[in-house]
C-alpha cells in the first residue's frame, strides 16, 4: 500500500503559525487528490482541506477558511498545510489523506472516501 509520509506538528500559542507536510510516491501524486482531516479529542475526524490531483482546484472547510492553505509541490511529491492565525480549537491530530481520483469536484472527491491515510501527526495550540 502506498505511504504517506507527514510531518511538522507541534506546540503553538494562539494566533501562532505552523505548516504540515505530507510526503506521497510519485504515483500517488499524480493521480490522486490530497486533503487533510483532523480529529480532536473525543469527536469524529473531520475534513480540513484539500486539493485536486491537477492542483487546480482547492477547498476548505469553513472553520479554516482565510486561515489555513493547501499547496502541493509537484517536484517534491509533497502536499503542505499551512496553518495561521491558530485558535485553541484547531489542537487535534491532523492527518494527511489521498483518494484516487482525476476529477476537480475536492468537496465531492472526498465525501466518497479515502483511499490512503498518513500516521498522523499532533497540533497542540495552547498557551
Known amino acids: 500500500q502506498e505511504q504517506l509520509v507527514e510531518s511538522g506538528g507541534g506546540l503553538v500559542q494562539p494566533g501562532g503559525s505552523l505548516r504540515l507536510s505530507c510526503a506521497a510516491s510519485?504515483?500517488?501524486?499524480?493521480?490522486?487528490?490530497m486533503g487533510w482531516f483532523r480529529q480532536a479529542p473525543g469527536k469524529e475526524r473531520e475534513f480540513v482541506a484539500g486539493?485536486?490531483?491537477?492542483?487546480?482546484?482547492?477547498y476548505y472547510a469553513d472553520s479554516v477558511k482565510g486561515r489555513f492553505a493547501i499547496s502541493r509541490d509537484d517536484a517534491k511529491n509533497t502536499v503542505y498545510l499551512e496553518m495561521n492565525s491558530l485558535k485553541t480549537e484547531d489542537t487535534a491530530v491532523y492527518y494527511c489523506?489521498?483518494?484516487?481520483?482525476?476529477?476537480?469536484?475536492?468537496?465531492?472527491?472526498?465525501?466518497?472516501?479515502?483511499?490512503?491515510w498518513g500516521q498522523g501527526t499532533l497540533v497542540t495550540v495552547s498557551s
Open positions: 489523506a489521498a483518494r484516487y481520483s482525476r476529477g476537480e469536484a475536492v468537496a465531492r472527491i472526498f465525501e466518497l472516501g479515502v483511499d490512503n
Open positions: 510519485r504515483r500517488m501524486f499524480t493521480t490522486y487528490a
Open positions: 486539493v485536486s490531483y491537477s492542483g487546480e482546484s482547492l
